[in-house]
């Protein structure tokens, strides 16, 4: 994972080939359900946080800070 400014760029090879993901927080409660765009996720409107974004076979974890 590759964060610029509000948005991240998901380079994991099991998320990247996916047409769509699901962010989900610490709680385990579903933030986001959608495709995602040249593999930009934007998370802008998410909180500071940790949060597992799950797409293909893969879940990746990141902090928004």
Same mark, same amino acid.
């Given at each position: ?8 760029? /998901?380079?994991?090879?099991? /998320? ?11 709680? $385990? ?6 495709? #995602?765009?040249? $593999? ?9 946080? #940790?949060?597992? #974004?799950? $797409? $293909? ?9």
């Amino acid at each position: 994972l590759r964060r610029r400014q509000r948005q991240m760029c /998901i380079r994991d090879s099991h /998320i990247e080939g996916a047409n769509a993901v699901s962010v989900y927080n610490a709680c $385990g409660a579903c933030v986001f359900n959608g495709a #995602v765009a040249d $593999g930009i996720l934007s998370v802008a409107h998410l909180s500071n946080g #940790v949060y597992f #974004v799950k $797409g $293909g076979n893969s879940v990746v974890r990141f902090i928004k800070k």
